[in-house]
């Protein structure tokens, strides 16, 4: 039986919190490409955090972004499914979801790299909280249209099972791709016990449901 205290979600309040997370992504990408240095102490280096304590890496590294493309289509993300997570859940408690799922994801992708021994990568960026949050929109508006390409309608439990299945496959044959499939899929996968074990909601039954 889990804590009555992991259960209790915060008082509901509405102030905007994906906007000003978006906001702060995009002050520190400015800031990174004013001072490229700042980018190594933001990201997420296994060597660095190991190390030489650089503890805080495995939280700021969703706030850093490598280009443009990369930080648009995170905070695209953000923008059409977090206002509307945050709109149902209250702003301080979608935060402490977005926060708690991106740290997660940063903590679970440095326990890989070591044990992968792979210490002088760097990761960076909030597609782990971002795949986080596609789950939770799933979960919340299962029957949810998503229009993929702005074309292609597809519901949000679907888009999610076909991100996973994408996921998986690339995180097995494309072993030199230098983006953090694993990391994504942690995104998804403490998505699921945030709800699982916080909201009471069981994500797979939600979307098993939601195809009847």
Same mark, same amino acid.
């Not at 949050?133 to 799933?138: E, I, S």
């Given at each position: ?36 240095? #700042? ?42 499914? %977090? ?22 994801? %940063? ?17 960076? %960026? ?37 991100? #996973? ?9 494309? #072993?030199?791709?230098? #983006? ?28 098993? %449901?939601?195809?009847?």
């Amino acid at each position: 039986m889990s804590s009555p205290v992991l259960r209790k979600t915060l008082p509901y309040r509405y102030y905007y919190a994906a906007f000003i997370m978006i906001g702060i992504n995009v002050f520190i990408f400015l800031i990174t490409r004013i001072s490229p240095r #700042t980018l190594a102490y933001l990201a997420m280096n296994p060597a660095l955090v190991l190390q030489r304590g650089f503890i805080w890496q495995v939280f700021t590294y969703m706030f850093a972004h490598a280009n443009i493309t990369h930080i648009l289509f995170n905070m695209l993300g953000l923008f059409f499914f %977090g206002v509307q997570i945050e709109k149902q859940l209250g702003s301080s408690e979608f935060l402490f979801f977005y926060l708690l799922t991106g740290t997660l994801s %940063g903590i679970f992708s440095l326990i890989v790299y070591r044990l992968g021994g792979n210490m002088n990568v760097y990761l960076l %960026g909030a597609s782990g909280a971002i795949f986080a949050v596609l789950l939770a929109f799933a979960t919340l508006f299962p029957h949810a249209r998503i229009y993929v390409f702005g074309i292609i309608p597809i519901r949000a439990p679907i888009l999610v099972l076909i991100y #996973t299945g994408i996921e998986l496959l690339s995180q097995i044959f494309a #072993t030199r791709s230098r #983006t953090a499939h694993l990391t994504h899929l942690a995104g998804f996968g403490f998505a699921f016990l945030y709800f699982l074990i916080r909201q009471k909601i069981n994500p797979i039954k939600v979307f098993f %449901g939601s195809f009847r």
